[in-house]
């Protein structure tokens, strides 16, 4: 009897605790639920003013007049958006390369050191890329990079408009550049651990079977990990997109929209980071807050686009079986 | 990124109105911060009294100081009299400096380029594009000028050093003033923006052929090449401690109503044109105690911190001012 009364109270105080735990995990997912609207909620409300004053035109309006009080937000839209793509285009591939390199053909001896090496990078703080993009890439880029490229493709029709602007090192190309280099060891990183993760069986197989290296590689390993794969280019490129100080010091601040990728741009972290300080009367506070609004919505539409992405790999990947 | 930074701002309130209790806390403008906090340093040594500001940039400090979470607040840009009426505030000028155009032409020395004030407005509206046109020719006959393309390196974050620029600009050119104003950001026809004023001294180095305005400070400790600049006097003059000086004693403090005098563009054989003031903020109803304070760290500061404030390459207000400012103070 005694022995019954004991077994059920542990089991009742287990299952309190049980209840308890539940209740705790269940709070701190939903406080992250609420957080993001709360968030997206108060955007709203303080953007209000300037989405009242501009409403969809300020998407479209490449003007920003803190004196006349005329705010659009295109340039900044095009800087943030150009730059992230080209930091993507370059991070893509050498990510994936350096992944690949590390987890499938380095020899085993070299991979912990370099694998450290790329997680180091990947925790460097921005400021810090900023710094060594303004005071070492940017003069060199000035001086050997941006006139060899305007001399190889500035004539060029259609593309060459996109070189066309004195070489100064400083615009959307740099920043491009400068993200590039931030979000290749953080997606490498990801990349490791998922190629990892690729049963040995399988490469064994695929060997058996006489492919060469590149084939297991190709065929085996990268299907098997397509949808990490496509989820750690979405986050590089979140990360790209909010990225503030490093792009702040490279991208050259300046609210006009231009074809050139050599020519001064801003995106809407930096005009943020840039501005909100100084900013005064209620309009201008509220076109920034307005701008916010929209990188918020920017990465949503990012994360969406990248889980509709993931649904589909899965499906076919499903519907091959 | 962008929420962080909300997030520490929103500490740094936090922080404020916890340490209110012990210490005097001041937010504003960063123009002034670095000789605002070589002050502090100097004077909690010598009193033990603890003057704390935080540079979070003009307009916060005016927020702060109108939501009362703050003791004072320094500001670039003069609030008018029916702003301070309106929110219960004292203002008086705090410290006086100077923005200064400065190039990057080779071969050409420090001071050698001389320019006017519509010359410079067209310069940095992108109308004069090369730096061998023919206004900018005449005004400087004796010169060997490149025909290189104008580059502008402006401010990025807004800041009273831009005030203080297209405040003049707006006065000594009308197409400047009609077309672009003058705000502590406006909207640069072209350019580059650089962040603060380091960042802009970095660029103009940089930048072959370029033009852009830092503080006085920056072009003295940089080896800057500034430009002499024609003044209301007729006189070209080059960015001198004295020459801001100059503009600083010839103003009419007296006669200004919130003592808001605009320094740019001020009359006197020498005075440098591009002058300006950082006001300080208090608020009219504050714990008597509180204000005291402020006032006896303040004319402590333009007095034993004279010096401090000219290494820094800032000019200390004429005692003449500052005996006016306690004298309104006391009839407050």
Redesign the interface.
């Known amino acids: 009897m005694k022995f019954n009364e004991f077994k059920q109270n542990a089991a009742n105080s287990r299952r309190m605790g049980d209840v308890i735990f539940q209740a705790v995990t269940k709070a701190c997912a939903l406080f992250l639920l609420v957080l993001v609207f709360a968030?997206g909620w108060q955007l709203v409300v303080s953007a209000m003013p300037a989405i009242k004053a501009f409403g969809w035109d300020f998407l479209l309006n490449e003007?920003?007049?803190?004196?006349?009080g005329e705010f659009g937000a295109a340039a900044s839209i095009w800087g943030t958006v150009v730059s992230s793509l080209i930091a993507l285009i370059i991070a893509v591939p050498v990510s994936l390369g350096v992944a690949i390199f590390l987890t499938q053909i380095a020899p085993n001896f070299m991979r912990r050191p370099v694998g450290i090496a790329v997680e180091l990078l990947a925790a460097i703080p921005?400021i810090i890329y900023g710094f060594w993009g303004?005071?070492v890439l940017?003069?060199w880029l000035?001086e050997y990079v941006q006139p060899w490229i305007y001399e190889a493709f500035g004539n060029w029709p259609v593309v060459g408009v996109l070189f066309q602007g004195?070489p100064?090192?400083?615009g959307l190309f740099s920043a491009g550049l400068v993200l590039s280099i931030m979000v290749i060891p953080f997606m490498a990183s990801i990349l490791i651990d998922l190629f990892n993760t690729v049963p040995t069986q399988l490469k064994e197989a695929s060997y058996g079977l006489g492919s060469t290296r590149f084939e297991m590689i190709s065929k085996v390993v990268i299907p098997y990990a397509r949808v990490g794969i496509v989820g750690s280019f979405m986050l590089g490129l979140g990360r790209a997109l909010?990225?503030?100080?490093a792009v702040?010091?490279v991208i050259?601040?300046?609210?006009?929209l231009s074809p050139s990728i050599f020519e001064?741009g801003?995106t809407i972290?930096?005009t943020?980071?840039?501005?909100?300080?100084?900013?005064?009367g209620g309009l201008y506070v509220s076109s920034l807050l307005y701008l916010?609004l929209v990188?918020f919505l920017l990465t949503f539409v990012v994360l969406i686009c990248a889980r509709l992405m993931l649904w589909r790999l899965t499906y076919q990947a499903g519907g091959k079986r | 990124?962008?929420?962080q930074?909300l997030l520490v701002?929103s500490l740094f309130c936090v922080g404020a109105q916890l340490a209110s209790a012990q210490q005097v806390n001041g937010a504003g403008s960063s123009f002034i911060f670095p000789v605002l906090s070589k002050w502090a340093g100097t004077y909690q040594q010598e009193t033990k009294e603890q003057i704390n500001y935080q540079s979070?940039?003009?307009?916060?400090g005016?927020r702060q100081i109108i939501q009362g979470t703050v003791d004072f607040a320094a500001t670039d840009a003069p609030l008018t009299a029916q702003e301070l009426k309106e929110n219960n505030l004292v203002q008086f000028p705090v410290i006086v400096g100077g923005v200064i155009p400065t190039h990057n032409i080779k071969g050409i020395k420090p001071n050698e380029l001389r320019l006017d004030g519509e010359t410079l407005a067209q310069v940095f509206a992108a109308k004069i594009t090369f730096w061998d046109d023919a206004r900018i020719k005449t005004l400087n006959p004796g010169l060997a000028l490149p025909h290189k393309?104008i580059?502008v390196v402006h401010r990025?974050?807004?800041?009273g050093s831009t005030w203080m620029l297209t405040n003049y600009l707006s006065k000594v050119s009308n197409d400047w003033a009609k077309e672009?104003?003058?705000?502590?950001?406006?909207?640069?026809p072209?350019?580059?923006?650089?962040?603060g004023n380091e960042?802009v001294a970095?660029?103009i180095k940089?930048?072959d052929g370029s033009i852009g305005y830092v503080e006085l400070a920056y072009v003295l400790h940089n080896n800057m090449s500034s430009v002499s600049l024609k003044n209301a006097a007729g006189n070209f003059v080059s960015p001198t401690l004295d020459n801001l000086k100059a503009a600083a004693g010839n103003a009419d403090w007296a006669g200004t109503e919130g003592m808001a005098v605009v320094l740019t563009n001020q009359p006197g054989a020498t005075s440098w044109p591009i002058t300006g003031a950082t006001f300080g903020l208090m608020r009219l109803k504050n714990t008597a105690d509180v204000n005291a304070k402020i006032k006896t760290f303040f004319s402590w500061s333009w007095r034993q911190g004279a010096q401090q404030a000219v290494d820094l390459a800032y000019v200390p207000l004429p005692l003449n001012v500052v005996e006016k400012i306690e004298s309104n103070w006391k009839s407050q």
């Open positions: 968030i003007s920003w007049d803190p004196v006349m921005s303004l005071f940017t003069p000035a004195p100064m090192g400083i909010g990225e503030t100080m702040t010091f050259g601040n300046a609210h006009i001064p801003t972290a930096s943020l980071a840039n501005e909100f300080s100084e900013a005064s916010g990188l | 990124m962008k929420m930074k701002a979070i940039g003009s307009g916060g005016i393309a580059t990025a974050d807004g800041s672009i104003g003058s705000d502590k950001s406006v909207k640069w072209k350019g580059v923006g650089a962040k960042g970095n660029y940089r930048i």
